[in-house]
């Protein structure tokens, strides 16, 4: 965890100057392109990582190959993490963005398990209930955990609201083993 909290301070002062020079969605396709770019070229990304390349080259092997393809504040940033030795953060860093984007602009992203996959009526009605609850205009993402037997799990940031039938069944379980224990 220590990495993606530095991660974050990072991408944190990625957004602000990005946001000072107008380039807040810019920066979020640059990353990704980056991102795409070291899997699709693993040897690249031993490169950048290796600490027996001097950052020189490093830096000058990202000139050539990004210069004309991303915007130079997210050039300028790659630098940095270069410089910082911290280029290992890189694949945390556009997630964390993200999330400063998105709460920025009042977006939350809301994880929803269920039993079964959700109609689009459902995701409609359950985004508009939670954008009225909190106040905030609601991303879902969806996935479907048949181990849930029934019922749904959100996932808001870091509080997780747990609806299922199976979370239900290990509620109950807990409260009866609690009243043998103490009886």
């Known amino acids: 965890m220590p990495e993606t909290r530095v991660a974050r301070r990072y ?4 957004f602000h100057f990005a946001i000072e020079m107008g380039q807040v969605d810019a920066v979020v ?8 770019l070291m899997r699709g070229f693993p040897e690249l990304a031993a490169a950048v990582r290796s600490p027996s390349v001097p950052a020189s080259v490093k830096k000058r092997l990202l000139d ?3 210069a004309d393809e991303i915007q130079p504040i997210t050039l300028d940033f790659l630098k940095l993490l270069i410089d910082k030795r ?9 997630e964390c963005y993200k999330e400063l984007v998105d709460a920025h602009r009042g977006i ?3 994880q929803v398990r269920s039993a079964v996959p959700l109609t689009e009526e459902e995701k409609e009605r359950l985004s508009e209930v939670l954008a009225r609850s909190l106040r905030k205009q609601v991303r879902l993402e969806t996935d479907v955990d048949s181990s849930l ?6 996932r808001i940031g870091d509080r997780l609201l747990d609806g299922s039938v ?3 069944l290990n509620l109950l379980r807990q409260r009866l083993i609690g009243r043998m224990t103490s009886a």
């Open 11 to 14: 991408a944190a002062a990625l």
């Open 29 to 36: 396709g640059d990353l990704e392109r980056v991102l795409e």
């Open 64 to 66: 050539e190959l990004l």
């Open 86 to 94: 911290r280029y290992d953060i890189l694949s945390e860093v556009p």
């Open 108 to 110: 939350v992203s809301v």
């Open 149 to 154: 037997i029934g019922g749904v799990v959100l």
């Open 166 to 168: 199976k979370g239900q």
